[in-house]
């Protein structure tokens, strides 16, 4: 009995057909499958050996028409099959597909059984090749993204926000950066929130506790032309590659920025340099965490010392390295800081002005901004609530505040006694 065109073996055997049009099967082999699906003894049995057969025929590229009522719910009436990842192909009654509509770029997942050979003038979306490399790169598979390479697959498009080597360098996938970057990825091209390769390798793999790959990507795309971007700024928070990666404690890609050119010292708009970012990420992990984690190693405190980090710099709000390590109860850190600093009180004293010397307009209003700032710092440490008024208040009235408005001689001794009480004291 012949299939109706109606019913899913009528709609195989169609199916089956186009692919002997298409010289890509024989009708030897052809009649096979559908003497193999006439032969199942039950419809589930046929429907199994319809999708493994479609699964097999189905490559990137081909055009294939919906003809469930599921189409309407997509958008799709013709799409365009894209590479499936190997963690997607567990289930062998899908495909993905892309609308093949002019402007159409919406992803949809078929049923296979209810496709069908596309009809008329349609043609492949053309963005199928840089869909497929995306979803090939993120799979780490080498040889789909060469076969779309030699497709002309553009390796600079974006999908998901990402571009391909994005994606690699995310995933530290380093034969699929080699493969990328030979077939003309750029470098220094950013994601649409500012995200640049480099600041992508910044951010540390989740559940890995060393970053060598990251270390090596680095100087592959410091090669490659990247060098310009080692000042680039991510959109969404400001951050330099290596204030992101201070931020979030890797220290070996780290030491690849400083070793590729990367300024020890670039501040944000908000005037925070990475080395004050290494105690900022603690902050920001501590938040979350009943423990609080060693997030600030050493090794990384002692990379951005010796690679040029003052300890003595603000930010706009009059805090210096030192106020960040305290600020999370990193006292083991302090004396490391302090001894890099031939006089760690140089800030202070450059606020406060020489010993009976009263302190100028200018001057006044730097050092109550950072005594205020100290303030709030105990404020959350003794869980006190106190609005900002109070908290000026407090500040302008404290025998230290005043002492240095008059430039009393005692003030280093009886401000670092303030400090260290606030802080819960000095290693």
């Known amino acids: 009995m012949v299939a109706s065109p109606e019913s899913v073996e009528g709609a195989f055997d169609a199916f089956v057909a186009s692919f002997v049009e298409r010289s890509v099967l024989t009708e030897a082999n052809a009649d096979g499958l ?12 046929r429907e199994v050996v319809m999708c493994e057969a479609l699964r097999a025929l189905l490559k990137p590229g081909m ?17 365009t099959v894209l590479y499936v990842p190997p963690d997607k192909r567990t289930d062998a009654r899908k495909v993905h597909m892309l609308s093949s509509e002019a402007d159409g ?11 069908r050979p596309a009809q008329g003038e349609t043609t492949a979306n053309p963005r199928w090749r840089e869909v497929s490399l995306f979803w090939a790169t993120e799979a780490n598979d080498l040889e789909a993204m060469a076969a779309l390479v030699e497709a002309a697959a553009d390796a600079n498009a974006f999908f ?24 003309g990825a750029d470098p220094t091209l950013a994601s649409p929130d500012g995200c640049t390769p480099l600041i992508m390798l910044a951010e540390p793999v989740p559940g890995e506790p060393s970053d060598a790959s990251g270390a090596r990507l680095v ?6 032309g990247a060098a ?8 969404d928070n400001g951050c330099t590659a290596l204030a992101t990666a201070a931020l979030r404690g890797n220290v070996q890609v780290a030491a690849a920025l400083l070793e590729g050119g990367a300024a020890s010292d670039a501040a944000d708009a908000a005037g925070v340099t990475p080395l004050m970012l290494c ?5 920001e992990i501590a938040e979350d965490s009943a423990e609080r984690p060693r997030h600030v190693t050493p090794a990384l405190v002692r990379l951005l010392l010796s690679a040029g980090a003052r300890v003595d710099a603000v930010d706009a709000e009059g805090r210096d390295a030192l106020w960040y390590c305290r600020s999370v109860g990193r006292t083991d850190l302090l004396r490391l800081l302090q001894e890099h600093d031939n006089d760690a009180n140089d800030a202070f004293d450059a606020a406060c002005g020489a010993d009976g010397v009263p302190l100028d307009a200018t001057a006044a209003e730097r050092l109550f901004t950072m005594m205020c700032v100290q303030r709030e710092a105990e404020n959350r440490r003794l869980g006190r609530v106190e609005d900002e008024e109070e908290v000026a208040r407090h500040v302008a009235a404290s025998p230290h505040f005043m002492a240095a408005l008059d430039g009393r001689g005692e003030l280093r001794e ?3 006694a303030f400090s260290d009480a606030y802080f819960g004291g000095a290693a």
């Open 160 to 183: 998901f926000s990402n571009t391909p080597l994005l994606r690699a360098l995310m995933h530290r996938h380093e034969d699929a950066v080699e493969l990328l970057l030979g077939a």
């Open 279 to 283: 105690f900022a990420g603690e902050a």
């Open 63 to 79: 055009v294939v028409t919906l003809t469930s009522a599921k189409s309407e719910a997509f958008k799709v009436r013709a799409g």
């Open 105 to 115: 770029s919406e992803m949809c997942i078929a049923a296979l059984c209810t496709l």
């Open 219 to 224: 100087a592959r795309l410091l090669r490659a």
């Open 228 to 235: 310009p971007t080692l000042e680039r700024r991510d959109d």
């Open 414 to 416: 009886d401000h670092v």
């Open 34 to 45: 559908t003497d193999k699906v006439a032969s199942a003894a039950t419809e589930e049995a």
